[in-house]
């Protein structure tokens, strides 16, 4: 994610970036983030960017050029600085975290959690619950959807600082972490 003082805020904008942009109100405002486990992000990326037409803002192209999650992935083994012109495969410690690893935000809620703590983010903001919409869902990933152990293992010591910053354990084997 390459961001300049002067970049605008907006959907895909660091911690780093709020708080170049707004100081005074990153400093005293109640900041958080969502996180999610790093391959079921991971593999939900790409089979949201599969799905999306070709378009230049997400980036998206390279993935249309594969067939396969497989192929893709060996994309990517050959050549990880792919994921840096893609948006949706940054390593999370980079929205979250300055250049020292420390995280920049309040808290830091856990996606597959999200419906619970979302009561504890209105209370925190004192605010009224209301549930939050479902939108952009994807059916539930399985067994026999959960990637070979070669790309479960490539993907997380890839995303390695992410289990540390988001406080989730490493599960060595795809099918653990398809019943997640």
Request: proline share 8%; hydrophobic share 35%.
């Amino acid at each position: 994610l390459r961001e300049s003082p002067r970049q605008h805020v907006g959907g895909h904008t660091t911690a780093l970036g709020y708080r170049r942009k707004f100081p005074t109100e990153f400093a005293t405002y109640f900041k958080f983030a969502v996180v999610r486990d790093p391959v079921s992000r991971f593999l939900s990326a790409w089979r949201y960017l599969r799905k999306m037409p070709i378009h230049p803002a997400l980036n998206n192209s390279k993935i249309h050029e594969r067939d396969t999650l497989a192929e893709w992935m060996e994309t990517v083994r050959a050549d990880p600085n792919l994921l840096d012109d893609i948006v949706h495969f940054l390593p999370q410690r980079r929205f979250v975290c300055d250049s020292e690893g420390r995280v920049l935000v309040d808290h830091l809620f856990r996606f597959e959690s999200i419906t619970s703590q979302w009561k504890t983010i209105c209370g925190i903001l004192n605010q009224p619950f209301r549930p939050l919409p479902r939108v952009n869902e994807s059916a539930p990933m399985t067994i026999i959807d959960a990637p070979p152990d070669w790309m479960h293992g490539w993907i997380t010591e890839f995303y390695a600082d992410d289990y540390r910053v988001g406080g989730y354990p490493i599960l060595r084997d795809s099918a653990s972490s398809a019943r997640r």
